[in-house]
């Protein structure tokens, strides 16, 4: 089984994603964890390394080189923004495809309570990522992370706490799994 969970910052995209992972015994990579280490072995913090992502296309290209590498052997859970778009292109067709979206405000508040941070500087921080991401995605691939038309289910994480939403994703599963 092949399933992505992409969406923006502070949506949820990586709790539920572990938790999947755990409940149908799959592998769970996410694109986020590889940019962060990436980020690290250059010695930069986030948003200096989106900079200079946008200037390096090699830096997406080989996050998600990474990520249909690994599809390719399935029983998977892909987390990341590209994720369902780089295996689509890739002739890999996943069982599952989805997308957790939340008001700005709601995942400014998410990112200030993990990162310790004020909410204005989340929502700073977030704003600058996002810009950064939608042009490097645009200019390397011509993919529009606002077109939602790919995604098997799209979920407003704002309306269920985590219990919620796993629900229903694991809802999702069990019924594909008929």
């Known amino acids: 089984m092949i399933i992505t969970i992409g969406g923006l910052p502070g949506t949820g995209t990586t709790t539920i994603a572990k938790l999947i ?3 149908y015994n799959l592998k769970h990579v996410c694109a986020g964890f590889i940019f962060r280490e990436m980020a690290k072995e250059m010695g930069m913090d986030l948003q200096e390394f989106s900079k200079y992502a946008e200037e390096h296309k090699e830096v997406d290209e080989e996050i998600d080189r990474r990520h249909v590498e690994i ?3 399935g029983n998977v ?3 990341g923004r590209l994720a369902a778009w780089m295996l689509l292109r890739n002739g890999i067709t996943p069982d599952l495809t989805i997308w957790f979206k939340a008001p700005l405000e709601v995942r400014a508040e998410r990112i200030s ?5 004020s909410k204005e500087e989340a929502l700073k921080k977030m704003l600058e990522r996002e810009k950064s991401e939608k042009k490097r995605y645009k200019e390397i691939y011509n993919i529009d992370l606002d077109d939602l038309s790919i995604y098997d289910l799209v979920i407003d994480t704002s309306k269920w706490d985590i219990e919620g939403v796993f629900n229903i ?3 999702a ?3 594909l799994k008929k």
Do not use: G, H, M, W
């Not at 309570?113 to 941070?117: A, M, N």
């Open 21 to 23: 992972a755990e409940k």
């Open 71 to 73: 599809a390719k052997k």
């Open 77 to 79: 859970v892909l987390e």
């Open 113 to 117: 309570q993990r990162e310790s941070i």
């Open 169 to 171: 994703v694991s809802s």
């Open 173 to 175: 599963i069990d019924s």
